[in-house]
């Protein structure tokens, strides 16, 4: 690949593995301190924390709608979208508050928005389905893990960049403020499929194939590298479409599904190969000392 | 390749089965013109319009404990609850009214037990009953795009049921919803003559199937209002009900259907000879057909209503035209992203007879997918999107391991080799395959909306790739490397 200049053999275990580590405690340290500040790792969308949003698809400038809809509590600011879409939020309303704001809207763009409205205990059964998928998902993903490769280090490996990914994932979400909704969670719990693969081709190609390790790491990292921009093409291309059309739901799936591949390149070839790296040089180096000892006995 | 090798080549398993599904995957799409391109597949709500509407029962079900008898327990409860209280198992109770744990509790001492658990929401039962009132209110009005669905939590309590309707707004589906039928009381007066006794606003309760203490016969039972008694007593009397019962058989109407019919029991014409009477019953039979007739009558006598009262949790409306308007973005997103994939694979690969075959069954793999979601009659709403275009990122994803791990070192293997380097290759999907499926499952079962269908595309299309796509791609490339 032209466009790719790192050379995974360059490097020795231990300067592999710095970045991400760094990374990683950068990443737990913000997801911990918006923990302690808002009660949530990444900040609930209305999925989750529940309020009345909508969606009003119209040339009309945020100034506008602020003063056709004075009297409802919208909280700002006004989001705009690329394509003339407009995100409003609302505090608590009461039925004829928000029947009468309904019916404004009807008159000024028919059939040009649309709304969804969440009650917080909604909100909140929602938050802790959302956290019993998380912990099964991430058991489930251990497990296969473990089946697969039976051995520690490799497996736990795959499962540390596993996490990694996620981690890194959301403190992104914290920092540029997307929010965790239905749509961006379910791309969060697909990471963790996702991100395991190329840690698999390269735990595989190295542990299962003949060859010196230096061949099947660099040839592993052509495979990997290829299978992860394929699918960050794909996840672009919908995001971006989807985002010029306004489409509401794809474009925060594809950002996350994005922003989780690009860290997953990094765990799969700094973090899991660096580990592997030291592991298969470890056990080499055993067998030449154990194999050094049968020699020094006859 | 010549003539030769493709007619091998096609008479492969792997790849035969392929050509099959996805022959008869668009059959099962059935792309027609019929006023624009129509197919069979199911669109969510936020492709085609609508609104959904999550409602929370106002009802919970805790678990007690008495010295008392329960029935004594019970009925004091009842009375200062003003609620109706069913029990549901061992110790536990549904309370069809809402109050929160703090005032359960004082009421529960006060009757002389405590409160052992509580929990928001309705037994499995009773959420059963309300989903089958609702499909049924649903069907009567002829809209058939309606889906009802429970969300019940680990413990077995019902919380929510949300209801689905595409074309309509927020209001009114929430007058669909409310909406009750026209239920009436006849009484039969000579030949096939009836006469009005009483209209459904005068029944106050409905009780749930019952049998009568001492008798094996089901019935439901149900109070009227002094009013309706009233009524009731004064039409029976005027009409000769009284006097010979078994020939003034009570109807029960539905929206003009007769639901129920039954001669007044000798009995009840006694004490309604004597008084008005609020507390009836209606029997409808013995043994396991007793008890499903009483559960219909059951939910006449609702007349659509439900047992439970609910409040709105959350709703939301998608106008028609806008969701035309996201089906159209997003077939160009999945164009975009199919476009994507395959320049990068050129990119990489710069030879069309690699790239060509790899793109055409990363696209039979969709096909297939689509073709399964619309014989499961699985909705595609945007999440489920997203899932098709990610499931034609991983799908490529595992081709390019297929083609490398055969075309290592740029040399074309021997038939041994490349057997051993192909199951190598299916080994590593396997296992990848295997953790998307795992970490998808939660979602696909949990009930969390619209993830669903999401998880259920992402992994019927890991399993699609895995059992059907990948095995063919596998005999394909083999048969073009060989050449």
Same mark, same amino acid.
Request: hydrophobic share 45%; with cysteine; proline share 4%.
């Given at each position: ?15 592999? /593995? ?62 705009? *979208? ?11 309303? !009461?039925?004829?508050?928000? !029947? ?121 990292? %052509? ?76 | 390749?010549? %003539? ?44 085609? *319009? ?19 008898? /329960? ?56 959420? !059963? ?133 039954? =001669? ?42 439900? =047992? /439970? ?11 028609? =035209? ?8 997003? /077939? ?27 793109? *055409? ?85 949990? =009930? ?36």
């Amino acid at each position: 690949m032209g466009f790719v200049t790192y050379d995974v053999n360059r490097y020795t275990p231990r300067q592999m /593995v710095v970045l991400p580590a760094i990374l990683l405690i950068i990443s737990l340290i913000v997801l911990g301190y918006s923990m302690a500040t808002t009660g949530m790792p990444v900040k609930p969308g209305m999925d989750f924390s529940g309020g009345t949003a909508i969606t009003i698809y119209t040339e009309d400038s945020p100034d506008v709608l602020k003063t056709v809809l004075s009297e409802y509590p919208i909280i700002y600011p006004i989001e705009s *979208g690329i394509n003339n879409g407009k995100f409003l939020k609302f505090g608590l309303m !009461d039925e004829a508050t928000f !029947d009468s704001l309904t019916s404004i809207l009807d008159e000024r763009y028919p059939d040009a928005w649309q709304f969804a409205q969440i009650d917080a205990t909604f909100g909140q059964t929602l938050q802790q389905l959302a956290i019993y998928a998380l912990i099964f998902s991430f058991l489930g993903m251990t497990i296969v893990v473990f089946l697969a490769f039976r051995s520690f280090v490799p497996a736990g490996a795959v499962i540390l960049s596993a996490f990694a990914n996620i981690a890194m994932t959301a403190a992104v979400m914290v920092i540029i403020g997307i929010e965790l909704t239905l749509p961006t969670f379910a791309a969060l719990l697909m990471l963790i499929g996702y991100s395991v693969d190329s840690d698999i081709l390269l735990t595989m190609r190295v542990l299962k194939r003949q060859g010196k390790l230096e061949e099947k790491l660099s040839g592993a990292f %052509r495979t990997g590298i290829i299978m992860t921009t394929t699918t960050l093409a794909a996840v672009a291309a919908m995001g971006i479409v989807a985002y010029l059309g306004n489409v509401p739901v794809i474009p925060a799936i594809a950002s996350v599904l994005f922003i989780g591949l690009i860290f997953d390149m990094m765990n799969t070839w700094l973090t899991n190969a660096g580990i592997i790296k030291w592991y298969v040089e470890r056990q080499e180096s055993r067998q030449r000392k154990e194999s050094g000892k049968k020699r020094g006995v006859k | 390749m010549n %003539r030769k090798d493709l007619i091998g080549l096609l008479k492969t398993w792997q790849v035969a089965l392929l050509i099959i599904l996805v022959a008869a995957s668009i059959i099962a799409i059935y792309p027609h013109m019929d006023d624009g391109i129509t197919t069979n597949l199911q669109y969510g709500l936020d492709l085609r *319009g609508g609104t959904w509407l999550q409602m929370r029962f106002q009802a919970e079900v805790v678990g007690f404990e008495t010295d008392r008898p /329960v029935s004594e327990f019970l009925t004091e409860l009842q009375e200062t609850l003003d609620a109706e209280i069913y029990l549901v198992g061992d110790n536990k109770i549904e309370i069809r009214k809402f109050y929160n744990e703090s005032e359960l509790k004082t009421a529960f001492t006060a009757a002389g037990g405590t409160l052992t658990s509580y929990e928001q929401g309705v037994s499995r039962e009773t959420a !059963d009953q309300v989903k089958q009132i609702l499909e049924q209110k649903l069907n009567a009005l002829g809209t058939r795009d309606a889906k009802v669905n429970l969300l019940t939590g680990f413990s077995g309590v019902t919380q929510y049921v949300r209801v689905e309707l595409a074309g309509v707004g927020k209001s009114q589906a929430e007058d669909i919803v409310g909406k009750q039928g026209k239920f009436e009381i006849r009484i039969h007066t000579a030949g096939n003559e009836t006469e009005h006794v009483l209209y459904g606003d005068t029944i106050s309760t409905v009780g749930i199937p019952s049998q009568e203490p001492g008798k094996n016969t089901w019935g439901v039972s149900f109070t009227l209002s002094e009013a309706g008694a009233n009524q009731f007593r004064e039409a029976a009397i005027r009409y000769g009900g009284t006097t010979d019962p078994d020939n003034h058989w009570l109807d029960m109407i539905l929206d003009g259907e007769t639901v129920y019919s039954a =001669p007044l029991s000798p009995d009840l014409a006694a004490k309604l000879q004597a008084g008005p009477v609020q507390q009836l019953m209606a029997s409808t039979g013995t043994g396991q057909e007793g008890l499903s007739k009483a559960k219909n009558l059951e939910i006449h006598l609702r007349a659509g209503a439900l =047992p /439970v009262e609910v409040s709105v949790a959350g709703t939301s409306t998608i106008p028609a =035209p806008l969701g035309e308007h996201f089906t159209r973005m997003c /077939v160009y997103a999945f164009i975009a992203a199919a476009l994507a994939v395959g320049v990068v694979i050129f990119y990489r690969y710069r030879e069309p007879a690699i790239v060509l075959p790899m793109v *055409g069954v990363n696209l039979s793999e969709i096909v297939i997918l689509l073709g399964i979601a619309a014989v499961i009659q699985q909705q595609l709403d945007l999440a489920a999107i997203a899932g098709l275009i990610a499931v034609l990122g991983t799908g490529i994803d595992q081709l390019v391991i297929i083609t490398d791990e055969v075309l290592h070192e740029g040399k074309v293997p021997s038939r041994q080799l490349y057997e051993k380097r192909l199951s190598r290759a299916v080994g590593i999907i396997m296992v990848s395959a295997a953790t998307v499926v795992i970490a998808m499952l939660p979602l696909a079962l949990l =009930p969390l909306q619209s993830l669903r269908g999401f998880a259920v595309i992402t992994i019927l299309g890991v399993l699609i790739g895995v059992l059907i796509t990948r095995p063919a791609y596998g005999k394909i490339i083999a048969a073009i490397l060989s050449k």
